[in-house]
């Protein structure tokens, strides 16, 4: 019988340099175990997440190696071994039944799982203790990388702020001011807050299109997507107290805003004076509050629109035109220096859509059709959700049963260890409980339908 394999790699940060882990190696090691049981090699996907985490289930090449499973093009997924899919049981749980429903099976070369309440829990175990694994792992990293902050060295993965140049001195990383950058970011300050010394304060917007026109070069670490200057990197510039001296880390944790109390600061050399940072925040607070009080003129979609070209916010700009009057225009935040789309006149495109909003409301059918519609595409966005949901509810049905049947069948010296595990890790959680998480997480993101 042929029997097609596809083989599948992965690699996190602490994989990529270790023997038999990082891709080459697990892809080695796939072909072996595929052509020792005669398995025709249909594909081999690799893997390398950059930053992605485990517990993380958006991968490109796991959801391109799902939709070969769903139009049939193989029967066998090998791995290296569990976690190469994921380090969290639920995520783990998930992948294998999309796997199962598609009739693919998984084998691991390090580990042999056979369909039995044994081999499931053998093998949930195992995912139990990779998660654990993961868990412990972060924290030892979090806590070293504190360790590192409180001793006084900077942590900034090769990227320093512009203006800085990392130097390592007796193993601790310290900031070092780069001159040519910093005279940049000066300017932008002094820009900013005093002007040119003849038309006073400059936009940030105006700021970014200046340094675009004077040919400077934006920064290379990270924080502008291409190689135009923009509002947003600007605004960045301004808001980062580093320039003032002082580098904090812990300002946001699993991409939210961590809490004050858990911010480390690091005394670094300043680009500009403690003052000149405060007057740039008190330019930045006025500023917000001009604009949320800036009624003069009426915006029917002021803050709710978004540039068709690049994704930025739309803002609302009148501009005074001596002869004509005051034009009023829809522009994109990132025009002039990331975007070339036009503006666009705020009574044309008020106008229109204000009277697409009436056809709607005047007309009782039209109103049934646009709520029908917006139930449709409910719906599609809640497909795949509704798929994956059914998953877990099915999973945790099963494992419950798996779990209770394995242990009926193990003895109870068999058992002893994973109690003694239990107790000692106070994170340990039965298989449905992540599988629970999954479940809350999914309801959170569901859209409304018919």
């Not at 004077?214 to 808001?239: C, E, S």
């Not at 204000?354 to 595409?377: C, F, G, K, N, T």
Request: aromatic share 6%; glycine share 8%; charged share 25%.
């Amino acid at each position: 019988m042929d029997v097609r394999a596809v083989l599948c790699a992965r690699v996190s940060g602490d994989d990529r340099s270790k023997e038999g882990r990082n891709l080459a190696g697990q892809l080695e090691m796939g072909r072996e175990f595929a052509l020792k049981q005669g398995w025709r090699i249909v594909a081999e996907l690799s893997e390398d997440d950059k930053g992605a985490r485990g517990a993380s289930i958006e991968l490109p090449e796991l959801n391109r190696a799902i939709e070969m499973a769903r139009a049939g093009e193989f029967d066998v997924l090998v791995a290296r071994d569990l976690d190469r899919f994921a380090r969290s049981l639920a995520k783990q749980l998930i992948i294998e039944e999309k796997f199962r429903s598609h009739g693919v099976r998984i084998e691991y070369v390090l580990g042999e799982y056979p369909d039995t309440p044994e081999g499931n829990l053998n093998k949930n175990i195992k995912a139990v203790i990779a998660e654990y694994e993961r868990l412990k792992i972060n924290e030892r990293m979090r806590r070293g990388r504190r360790l590192k902050v409180k001793s006084g060295s900077v942590l900034v993965a090769g990227h320093p702020p512009f203006g800085y140049r990392p130097v390592d001195r007796d193993g601790r990383f310290h900031l070092e001011v780069y001159e040519p950058e910093a005279g940049v970011v000066r300017m932008v300050y002094q820009w900013y807050i005093e002007g040119n010394g003849s038309d006073g304060p400059v936009p940030i917007r105006t700021i970014a299109r200046r340094l675009n026109e004077m040919g400077v070069a934006p920064p290379t670490n990270g924080v502008i997507r291409g190689d135009k200057w923009t509002p947003q990197a600007i605004r960045g510039f301004l808001k980062n107290e580093t320039y003032a001296g002082t580098w904090t880390y812990g300002k946001t944790r699993r991409g939210k805003l961590n809490s004050s109390s858990n911010h480390l600061a690091v005394e670094v050399p300043a680009v500009i004076k403690r003052h000149t940072w405060e007057a740039a925040q008190d330019q930045l607070k006025r500023n917000r509050t001009r604009a949320n009080r800036s009624t003069t003129h009426p915006y029917l979609l002021r803050g709710l629109i978004s540039c068709g070209k690049c994704g930025s916010k739309v803002h609302a700009e009148a501009q005074t035109q001596h002869k004509s009057g005051i034009y009023k225009y829809y522009l994109c935040s990132a025009l002039g220096t990331a975007c070339d789309s036009r503006p666009a006149n705020v009574d044309r495109v008020d106008t229109a859509v204000w009277a697409w909003i009436r056809s709607i409301l005047l007309a009782p059918e039209l109103l049934d059709q646009m709520l029908e519609s917006y139930l449709s595409q409910g719906a599609a966005v809640n497909a795949p959700l509704l798929e994956r949901a059914k998953v877990v509810e099915n999973l945790i049905v099963e494992n419950r049963a798996k779990l209770w049947n394995g242990c009926s069948t193990c003895s109870s010296k068999e058992i002893s260890p994973l109690r003694s595990f239990t107790h000692a890790n106070k994170t340990s959680h039965p298989p449905s409980a992540p599988l629970n998480g999954s479940r809350s997480i999914l309801g959170s993101r569901w859209k409304p339908t018919a």
